[in-house]
C-alpha cells in the first residue's frame, strides 16, 4: 500500500511540525500508510472541546458579539481570574451553574468595563458543541473495533444530570474522565493519573489529543504520547502514525484496516479510478476492509466524494472456478434492471495487473446490515416485516426474465442440483485436510436423492438476511449483496440457504442462529410460514421435498467452510475468524446427515441408456419467464445453434473452404522432402495469422473452464462438436485455428488446474500459438492402458522435483517449437492406488531430457509434431510446476480427457464425411464392367451403410456433448465410452469402403485416405484402447441391470 519509496519518504530528514508544513495531504496520507512504528499503543485519550467538537473559544466570541463586549472578555477573564476564579471551580464541581453565573458575571463585568450577564453563556455554548468533529468520531469508531481503548479527558461541569450524553453517545469510550466530577482539571496532574488508571494502560502506551499546549505538556511529562489539535482531520493523521499504520478514517461499520495480506497497491488503484472511472480527486483514496468478507475480500473505498465498494478476488492459488468476481459483476448489473434492488455498479477490471487479481466497484449503500437474526430492539411487527421483505426480494429475483436480461448463457438450464452435487464435491476434495466420515455419508445420500424436477430461474447462491442491505428506516431491501455463487438453478436451494440459519447449531461464530430461539414470541415467521409466504407470491405448489434442500445447503456450506480452513491455513483467508469458522465443517456435515436420516423421502434413481433421464430434468415446475423450458433441448444440426455459435460456425467453414482446402496440396507437398520434417511450413504459419486476425482461434475451449471467455470463445461442448466435424474434413484446420491435441487438452489443464505463474509462463504463450506442447504419460514397458501401471517417479527434494521416467508416444514432442510437457509420474507409491500419481510441468530444453527417436504410425511420421520415445533422467524442476497438488494426477487426467475425446470423435466424422465425399466422386467418375461404378449394387450399398453409420455415430457424439454441457463430465461418463469406441471404428469402416472404392490409389499419398485411416486406428487406442471402454459400458450395464431388480 506504500505510494512512496520509503527511502524517499525519509530523505531530507524534517521535523514533525516542518514536514507537516511542506508535505502535501497526499504525500502527508501516503507516510501514514507506509510507516508501521514498533511502539506499541493500548489506548488513545481525546479532550472534548477543541477535539472531539469545535472549541468553546469560538463560542465565547459569537457571546461577546451577541452582548456588544469587547473582544476577548470572556476568555481574558478565564485566564485572568486564575486557579480560584469562577470558571476553574466550575470545571472541579466546586460551585453550581448558577452561582458560576453570577461570580462570572462580575468577572467577565470587570474585564469588559460594562455589564455582562453570563447567565446564558453555557447553555449558549452547549448549544455551539451539538455538532461534534466527524473525523475524530471516525477516528474513535475506528480505534475501539481495532481493538485499542479509548477515553474522553475532559474539563466540563454539571450539566443539570446530562453529561456528555448531551454531545454524544457515551459508549464510543471506554472511559470517560470529567473534571467536575473528579474534582481536579486538566492541566492538573491528578486528572492524568486518574484516566491511566481507569484505562489500566501505562503512560508510554497511550497517545492524548488536545487542543490546548499547556495540557498536552502536562500529560507529556508523565511519558503520554501526545499530538496537538489545530485541524481535526490532520490530528487523525497524526495519530495514524502513533498507533502504527492504522487506518483510522472514513469509519463505516464493520470495517477495519486493511490486513497485511489483503492490502492493495494505492497507486495503481487510483490510476483505475481516474482513467477508467472518471473520478478524480487531490485526496489519495481511503480504503478499509469489510471484516465479513469470507470469500471474496470487500473494502470500503472513500474517493472523489464517492463512498464505494471494491470487491476481488483473493490473493493466491484458488480453487477451479471459485470467486468468479466477474459473474457477479454481470448478474448484479443485469438483474438490477428487472427490479432486483442492486447498488449502482461502476465498473469491472479483469486485469490481475492493477491490484493483484480481478475486481469490480460498485455504490455503497448505507443502510441497516441484520446481522443479529432475532433483530433486537424491534418489535414483533417490525420483526416480521423484514422477514416478509426479504421473502419478497427472493421472489424478485427468482421472476427475472433469464433471456430479457441477457443471462441466457450464464449458467446451464436444467440439471443443477447434479451439477452443483458434483461441483462442490469437488471442492471439498480439493480442500479436504482430513477425512470426514459424515461428509461422504451426506454425499452419498444426497446422489440418491436428487428431485426429479427443477425449476429453472436465476439463483442467487447464498441468499441470507446478512447479504441484503435495507432501507435505514423502512423494512425496505435496497442492496442484494455477494452475488458470487450466483447462476441459472433451482430457486428452492435459495429457499433453502436463506432459512439454513433455523438450522445451524446455536454457537456457530459466522452465522446467527436460531435454532434455539423461540421465533413465534418475537413475530419471526417459523420455516413453514416462511415456505408458505414464498410459494403464495410466487404462485407455486407446497413443497414436498424441503427436506433435500435444508441437507443440501448444510453439505454446502459445510463444503465452503472447508475451503474457508483451507485458505486460512495456507495464508489466504479474508476474514480474521476464517481458521475457527474452517473448524465446522465436520459438525454442519454431520447436521446434514442428522436431517437425512431422519427423512421419509424415497430414492429417485432412474438411470437411462448411459446416462440421467432428460426429461426428469427439464424443470416442468418451471416458473422462470422465458426461455427456461428449452433447459434439455439437444441439437442435432448447425442451424439449431444460437446465432453468436452458428455465426462463428459458418465463419469456419467458410474459413476452410476458402483457406485451409485451397492450401493443402501445398502443405503436403512442402512435407514430403526430408529435410522439411521438422520444420513448420510457412503457410500454416500465414493461415494461423489469417485465423487469428479473424477472431477464429481458441475455439475449443469449453465454457465450463472459462466462464469468462478470458482464454476463449465460450462455446459449449455440444456448440464447438460441429466446428470440429469441419476441421476433420480437413485435418490441417485443427492446426491453423490453434485447436489441436495435444496442446488443447494441455492448455485446458493449465486453464483449470494451474497457478498464475504457470499460466503466465506456458498457457499464454501456447493460446498464442508461439509454442507447442506434448503429453507424457504411456511407457513402453508397462501396459499403460491401465495408468496405474505407470512407473515414471517425480521425488521431491529440497525446492525441487527430481523427474526420471521412459515415455513414448509422446504426441507433439518432435515439433520445433515444443517447449514443455504435462508429464505424469508417481510421487508417491504408497498412497491409495489413484493418489499415487501427480502430473508436472517439464521444461523440454531441461537438461535430461532425451528424444530417442519419432515413433512411425503405418510409416507415417505425423510430422512436424510427431510421436516421439523420450528418457527422462534426473531432471530437476521447480516445485512451482506442479499441477494441482502431489497426487491429483488421476482427476487432473479425467478433467482432460472428456472434452478432448468429444472433439476426437467429431473430427473423426469429419474424416468419415471427406473419405464418403471422395468415394461419391470416384465412383460417379470411373467406369468398371460396362457401367459407373455409382451404378454398382455393393458400391451403392457401401455409400449406404456409411451414411447410416456416420448419422448414428454423430447423433451419439452430440448426445455426449449434450450431456456433459449438462450434467457433467462424470454423469456423461457412459456416453464418452461409447463414443470414443463407435467413432473410430465407424471412421475405419467408411473411410476402408471409400478406399476400396479407390482401388490401387486409395492406399497412396494421393489421396487423403490412407492418412485418414492410419489416424482413425490410432484412436482406437489413443485416450484409452477400445477394451477399456467396452469394459467401462459393460460394467454400467449391470450395474443398472441390477438397480432395476432392487
Known amino acids: 500500500m506504500h505510494r512512496f519509496p520509503l527511502s524517499v519518504l525519509r530523505a531530507p530528514k524534517l521535523s514533525q511540525s516542518v514536514s507537516s508544513q511542506i508535505l502535501s495531504p497526499r504525500i502527508q496520507a501516503s507516510v501514514v500508510m507506509a510507516q508501521h512504528r514498533p511502539k506499541t499503543t493500548k489506548a488513545v485519550i481525546f479532550?472534548?472541546?477543541?477535539?472531539?467538537?469545535?472549541?468553546?473559544?469560538?463560542?465565547?466570541?459569537?457571546?461577546?458579539?451577541?452582548?456588544?463586549?469587547?473582544?476577548?472578555?470572556?476568555?481574558?477573564?478565564?485566564?485572568?481570574?486564575?486557579?480560584?476564579?469562577?470558571?476553574?471551580?466550575?470545571?472541579?464541581?466546586?460551585?453550581?451553574?448558577?452561582?458560576?453565573?453570577?461570580?462570572?458575571?462580575?468577572?467577565?463585568?470587570?474585564?469588559?468595563?460594562?455589564?455582562?450577564?453570563?447567565?446564558?453563556?453555557?447553555?449558549?455554548?452547549?448549544?455551539?458543541?451539538?455538532?461534534?468533529?466527524?473525523?475524530?468520531?471516525?477516528?474513535?469508531?475506528?480505534?475501539?473495533?481495532?481493538?485499542?481503548?479509548?477515553?474522553?479527558?475532559?474539563?466540563?461541569?454539571?450539566?443539570?444530570?446530562?453529561?456528555?450524553?448531551?454531545?454524544?453517545?457515551?459508549?464510543?469510550?471506554?472511559?470517560?474522565?470529567?473534571?467536575?466530577?473528579?474534582?481536579?482539571?486538566?492541566?492538573?496532574?491528578?486528572?492524568?493519573?486518574?484516566?491511566?488508571?481507569?484505562?489500566?494502560?501505562?503512560?508510554?502506551?497511550?497517545?492524548?489529543?488536545?487542543?490546548?499546549?499547556?495540557?498536552?505538556?502536562?500529560?507529556?511529562?508523565?511519558?503520554?504520547?501526545?499530538?496537538?489539535?489545530?485541524?481535526?482531520?490532520?490530528?487523525?493523521?497524526?495519530?495514524?502514525?502513533?498507533?502504527?499504520?492504522?487506518?483510522?478514517?472514513?469509519?463505516?461499520?464493520?470495517?477495519?484496516?486493511?490486513?497485511?495480506?489483503?492490502?492493495?497497491?494505492?497507486?495503481?488503484?487510483?490510476?483505475?479510478?481516474?482513467?477508467?472511472?472518471?473520478?478524480?480527486?487531490?485526496?489519495?483514496?481511503?480504503?478499509?476492509?469489510?471484516?465479513?468478507?469470507?470469500?471474496?475480500?470487500?473494502?470500503?473505498?472513500?474517493?472523489?466524494?464517492?463512498?464505494?465498494?471494491?470487491?476481488?478476488?483473493?490473493?493466491?492459488?484458488?480453487?477451479?472456478?471459485?470467486?468468479?468476481?466477474?459473474?457477479?459483476?454481470?448478474?448484479?448489473?443485469?438483474?438490477?434492471?428487472?427490479?432486483?434492488?442492486?447498488?449502482?455498479?461502476?465498473?469491472?477490471?479483469?486485469?490481475?495487473?492493477?491490484?493483484?487479481?480481478?475486481?469490480?466497484?460498485?455504490?455503497?449503500?448505507?443502510?441497516?446490515?441484520?446481522?443479529?437474526?432475532?433483530?433486537?430492539?424491534?418489535?414483533?411487527?417490525?420483526?416480521?416485516?423484514i422477514y416478509i421483505a426479504m421473502a419478497d426480494t427472493l421472489c424478485k429475483i427468482h421472476r427475472v426474465d433469464i433471456s430479457k436480461a441477457g443471462l441466457d448463457d450464464y449458467g446451464k438450464k436444467g440439471g443443477y442440483l447434479r451439477r452443483n452435487l458434483n461441483r462442490w464435491t469437488k471442492q471439498y476434495e480439493a480442500s479436504k485436510t482430513e477425512e470426514i466420515p459424515a461428509m461422504n455419508k451426506l454425499i452419498d445420500w444426497l446422489s440418491q436423492h436428487l428431485p426429479e424436477k427443477e425449476a429453472v430461474t436465476i439463483a442467487h447462491g447464498d441468499f441470507r438476511l446478512d447479504n441484503l442491505i435495507f432501507h435505514p428506516t423502512k423494512p425496505e431491501v435496497i442492496g442484494v449483496l455477494d452475488w458470487e455463487l450466483s447462476t441459472i438453478g433451482d430457486p428452492i436451494t435459495d429457499l433453502s440457504t436463506c432459512l439454513l440459519n433455523y438450522y445451524l447449531p446455536a454457537n456457530f461464530p459466522m452465522i446467527r442462529s436460531l435454532k434455539e430461539t423461540d421465533v413465534k414470541s418475537l413475530g419471526i415467521p417459523t420455516v413453514e410460514e416462511f415456505i408458505d409466504i414464498y410459494c403464495q407470491r410466487m404462485g407455486i405448489p407446497a413443497i414436498s421435498n424441503f427436506d433435500f434442500y435444508v441437507a443440501f445447503g448444510l453439505f454446502r456450506f459445510a463444503a465452503i467452510i472447508q475451503g474457508v480452513y483451507k485458505r486460512a491455513i495456507s495464508g489466504q483467508g479474508s476474514a480474521p475468524n476464517s481458521v475457527l469458522v474452517g473448524e465446522f465443517a465436520k459438525l454442519i456435515a454431520e447436521l446434514g446427515c442428522e436431517i437425512a436420516s431422519s427423512s421419509n423421502l424415497q430414492p429417485?434413481?432412474?438411470?437411462?441408456?448411459?446416462?440421467?433421464?432428460?426429461?426428469?430434468?427439464?424443470?416442468?415446475?418451471?416458473?422462470?419467464?422465458?426461455?427456461?423450458?428449452?433447459?434439455?433441448?439437444?441439437?442435432?444440426?448447425?442451424?439449431?445453434?444460437?446465432?453468436?455459435?452458428?455465426?462463428?460456425?459458418?465463419?469456419?467453414?467458410?474459413?476452410?473452404?476458402?483457406?485451409?482446402?485451397?492450401?493443402?496440396?501445398?502443405?503436403?507437398?512442402?512435407?514430403?522432402?526430408?529435410?522439411?520434417?521438422?520444420?513448420?511450413?510457412?503457410?500454416?504459419?500465414?493461415?494461423?495469422?489469417?485465423?487469428?486476425?479473424?477472431?477464429?482461434?481458441?475455439?475449443?475451449?469449453?465454457?465450463?473452464?472459462?466462464?469468462?471467455?478470458?482464454?476463449?470463445?465460450?462455446?459449449?461442448?455440444?456448440?464447438?462438436a460441429f466446428m470440429c466435424e469441419e476441421m476433420g474434413k480437413y485435418p490441417l484446420s485443427s492446426e491453423v485455428f490453434n485447436c489441436q491435441a495435444p496442446d488443447t487438452g494441455n492448455m485446458e489443464v493449465l486453464v483449470?488446474?494451474?497457478?498464475?505463474?504457470?499460466?503466465?509462463?506456458?498457457?499464454?504463450?501456447?493460446?498464442?500459438?508461439?509454442?507447442?506442447?506434448?503429453?507424457?504419460?504411456?511407457?513402453?514397458?508397462?501396459?499403460?492402458?491401465?495408468?496405474?501401471?505407470?512407473?515414471?517417479?517425480?521425488?521431491?527434494?529440497?525446492?525441487?522435483?527430481?523427474?526420471?521416467?521412459?515415455?513414448?508416444?509422446?504426441?507433439?514432442?518432435?515439433?520445433?517449437?515444443?517447449?514443455?510437457?504435462?508429464?505424469?509420474?508417481?510421487?508417491?507409491k504408497s498412497a491409495a492406488t489413484h493418489r499415487q500419481q501427480s502430473m508436472i510441468l517439464v521444461p523440454m530444453d531441461a537438461p535430461g531430457v532425451k528424444i530417442v527417436r519419432p515413433l512411425t504410425v503405418f510409416g507415417y511420421l505425423d510430422y512436424p509434431a510427431g510421436h516421439a520415445e523420450v528418457i527422462f533422467e534426473n531432471v530437476k524442476v521447480p516445485l512451482g510446476n506442479m499441477l494441482l497438488g502431489e497426487g491429483r494426477g488421476f482427476e487432473i487426467a479425467q478433467g482432460r480427457l472428456g472434452p478432448g475425446r468429444i472433439h476426437h470423435c467429431m473430427r473423426l466424422i469429419g474424416n468419415a464425411e471427406r473419405a464418403l465425399q471422395l468415394m461419391l466422386e470416384r465412383t460417379q467418375n470411373r467406369v468398371a464392367f460396362g457401367k459407373p461404378l455409382a451404378a454398382q449394387g455393393t458400391i451403392q450399398q457401401d455409400v449406404a451403410k456409411s451414411r447410416i453409420e456416420i448419422e448414428q455415430t454423430r447423433l451419439l457424439v452430440?448426445?455426449?456433448?449434450?450431456?456433459?454441457?449438462?450434467?457433467?463430465?462424470?454423469?456423461?461418463?457412459?456416453?464418452?465410452?461409447?463414443?470414443?469406441?463407435?467413432?473410430?471404428?465407424?471412421?475405419?469402416?467408411?473411410?476402408?469402403?471409400?478406399?476400396?472404392?479407390?482401388?490401387?490409389?486409395?492406399?497412396?499419398?494421393?489421396?487423403?485416405?490412407?492418412?485418414?485411416?492410419?489416424?482413425?486406428?490410432?484412436?482406437?487406442?489413443?485416450?484409452?484402447?477400445?477394451?477399456?471402454?467396452?469394459?467401462?459400458?459393460?460394467?454400467?450395464?449391470?450395474?443398472?441391470?441390477?438397480?432395476?431388480?432392487?
Open 752 to 828: 483449470r488446474y494451474g497457478t498464475e505463474e504457470q499460466k503466465r509462463q506456458w498457457l499464454t504463450p501456447l493460446l498464442n500459438g508461439e509454442i507447442k506442447s506434448c503429453f507424457g504419460m504411456t511407457e513402453p514397458q508397462v501396459a499403460s492402458s491401465d495408468a496405474t501401471n505407470i512407473e515414471s517417479s517425480i521425488t521431491r527434494e529440497g525446492d525441487h522435483y527430481v523427474i526420471n521416467g521412459h515415455k513414448w508416444w509422446t504426441s507433439g514432442a518432435l515439433h520445433p517449437d515444443c517447449k514443455v510437457c504435462v508429464f505424469m509420474g508417481k510421487t508417491d
Open 47 to 385: 479532550d472534548l472541546g477543541g477535539v472531539v467538537v469545535p472549541s468553546p473559544l469560538a463560542a465565547f466570541q459569537e457571546y461577546e458579539k451577541k452582548l456588544g463586549l469587547p473582544r476577548g472578555s470572556i476568555s481574558g477573564a478565564v485566564v485572568e481570574s486564575g486557579d480560584n476564579g469562577a470558571w476553574n471551580r466550575l470545571e472541579r464541581g466546586e460551585i453550581s451553574l448558577s452561582e458560576f453565573a453570577d461570580k462570572f458575571s462580575e468577572e467577565v463585568s470587570k474585564k469588559a468595563g460594562k455589564r455582562a450577564d453570563m447567565s446564558g453563556l453555557m447553555k449558549f455554548i452547549g448549544n455551539s458543541l451539538m455538532k461534534p468533529n466527524q473525523s475524530i468520531i471516525d477516528a474513535v469508531k475506528s480505534l475501539k473495533i481495532e481493538g485499542l481503548k479509548t477515553a474522553l479527558l475532559t474539563n466540563n461541569w454539571h450539566w443539570e444530570g446530562e453529561g456528555p450524553n448531551r454531545v454524544m453517545d457515551r459508549d464510543l469510550f471506554d472511559v470517560i474522565v470529567e473534571s467536575s466530577k473528579v474534582g481536579a482539571r486538566k492541566p492538573e496532574r491528578r486528572i492524568y493519573e486518574i484516566c491511566l488508571e481507569q484505562l489500566d494502560v501505562r503512560a508510554e502506551e497511550s497517545v492524548f489529543l488536545d487542543d490546548l499546549g499547556v495540557n498536552l505538556k502536562a500529560a507529556k511529562a508523565l511519558g503520554i504520547r501526545t499530538i496537538k489539535v489545530t485541524d481535526p482531520t490532520k490530528a487523525v493523521l497524526d495519530l495514524e502514525q502513533e498507533v502504527g499504520g492504522l487506518c483510522l478514517r472514513r469509519f463505516v461499520d464493520d470495517t477495519t484496516t486493511v490486513p497485511e495480506h489483503l492490502r492493495i497497491p494505492m497507486d495503481r488503484l487510483e490510476t483505475y479510478f481516474n482513467q477508467q472511472l472518471n473520478l478524480h480527486s487531490p485526496e489519495p483514496p481511503v480504503i478499509r476492509c469489510f471484516r465479513h468478507g469470507q470469500s471474496n475480500p470487500t473494502y470500503y473505498v472513500y474517493y472523489a466524494g464517492k463512498h464505494l465498494v471494491l470487491r476481488k478476488k483473493p490473493p493466491g492459488k484458488l480453487l477451479p472456478s471459485a470467486h468468479a468476481v466477474e459473474r457477479e459483476f454481470r448478474v448484479m448489473k443485469a438483474v438490477g434492471q428487472w427490479g432486483v434492488p442492486i447498488p449502482r455498479m461502476y465498473g469491472l477490471c479483469e486485469d490481475s495487473s492493477v491490484i493483484g487479481t480481478p475486481f469490480y466497484v460498485m455504490e455503497y449503500c448505507k443502510g441497516r446490515i441484520f446481522k443479529d437474526l432475532d433483530l433486537p430492539g424491534m418489535t414483533n411487527q417490525e420483526r416480521r416485516d
Open 958 to 1046: 452430440l448426445k455426449a456433448a449434450h450431456m456433459m454441457d449438462n450434467y457433467g463430465n462424470k454423469v456423461a461418463a457412459p456416453e464418452i465410452a461409447m463414443i470414443k469406441v463407435a467413432a473410430p471404428n465407424m471412421a475405419l469402416n467408411v473411410i476402408d469402403r471409400a478406399i476400396q472404392a479407390h482401388g490401387g490409389a486409395g492406399l497412396s499419398d494421393d489421396f487423403i485416405l490412407a492418412g485418414l485411416f492410419s489416424w482413425a486406428r490410432v484412436l482406437r487406442l489413443a485416450d484409452g484402447p477400445d477394451e477399456v471402454h467396452l469394459r467401462s459400458v459393460s460394467r454400467q450395464e449391470y450395474r443398472k441391470y441390477n438397480l432395476s431388480k432392487l
Open 604 to 720: 429417485t434413481v432412474s438411470p437411462i441408456g448411459g446416462g440421467i433421464q432428460t426429461e426428469n430434468m427439464s424443470g416442468k415446475r418451471n416458473y422462470s419467464i422465458g426461455t427456461a423450458g428449452t433447459a434439455n433441448q439437444m441439437v442435432v444440426s448447425p442451424e439449431g445453434l444460437s446465432p453468436r455459435a452458428k455465426d462463428l460456425y459458418d465463419r469456419v467453414k467458410d474459413f476452410i473452404e476458402k483457406e485451409v482446402k485451397p492450401a493443402e496440396k501445398e502443405i503436403l507437398e512442402f512435407y514430403k522432402p526430408e529435410q522439411n520434417h521438422w520444420r513448420v511450413c510457412p503457410v500454416i504459419l500465414r493461415l494461423k495469422e489469417k485465423a487469428k486476425a479473424a477472431g477464429l482461434w481458441n475455439l475449443y475451449l469449453p465454457k465450463e473452464s472459462d466462464p469468462g471467455m478470458k482464454y476463449g470463445a465460450g462455446l459449449s461442448n455440444l456448440e464447438y
